[in-house]
């Protein structure tokens, strides 16, 4: 097999949502060293070309309604973007209490759907059995998801990042994440608010954004 294989199988595995190998790259050589985010300058980020419609850089998580109690069933997960439109996450009830779950049994949990070793889409992979998601199509990593996204196998050994959830009435709502989203230097910079998410409104009625 030549070396150019398995990069056609792994792009034809990311659904479009992969960060690519040149953006990580990218950001290993602007931001990251010996395992640390080192902020960019100011000039820096200026320099830096920003996705189509780059918006807000956000000081604050926005809520963002993700699904509701009574049509979430078992081991069915549900996709959503959050806080950017371009950090794909999934929904799913584990059937079993996990760390950061929610819900009246405890079992309902979010998580980034990229991978945390090099950004591999890990959609449609969620295995109900192990409560656990992989093999990464990359590399093979898999994630438990009843306790915080650990990585159990293979590359990765950051947590799959952790959307934080609440309940309210029959809704579900993202409100946060726990863990660095694979490919941005911060979770709420560098893109667009996700669909339907929804800012707080800032002591003047305004919504609190941050730009720089
Ligand atoms: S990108 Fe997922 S294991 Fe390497």
């Not at 009435?169 to 941005?184: E, P, Q, R």
Request: aromatic share 6%; charged share 20%.
């Amino acid at each position: 097999m030549t070396d150019q294989t398995p990069k056609r199988d792994a792009a034809a595995n990311c659904d479009g949502l992969c960060v690519s190998r040149r953006t990580a790259l990218a950001i290993s050589a602007g931001g990251v060293a010996a395992g640390w985010i080192i902020p960019e300058s100011g000039a820096a980020a200026e320099a830096r070309p920003q996705p189509q419609g780059a918006a807000t850089e956000l000081n604050t998580y926005p809520r963002k309604r993700v699904g509701s109690l009574s049509k979430l069933k078992d081991g069915e997960p549900i996709s959503f973007t959050y806080p950017l439109e371009q950090q794909p996450n999934f929904l799913v009830k584990l059937g079993a209490p996990a760390q950061g779950g929610v819900g009246p049994d405890r079992d309902i949990v979010a998580f980034s759907s990229l991978c945390t070793h090099m950004g591999g889409n890990l959609r449609g992979r969620y295995r109900h059995d192990l409560k656990a998601i992989g093999p990464c199509p990359f590399h093979f990593s898999t994630f438990d998801l009843a306790k915080s996204g650990i990585a159990v196998h293979a590359s990765a050994t950051e947590r799959l990042p952790q959307v934080r959830l609440e309940i309210e009435g029959d809704d579900i709502y993202a409100v946060g994440v726990n863990g660095l989203v694979y490919g941005f230097r911060h979770n709420l910079r560098d893109g667009t608010l996700a669909s339907g998410a929804v800012l707080p409104q800032g002591p003047g009625g305004s919504q609190k954004t941050m730009r720089g």
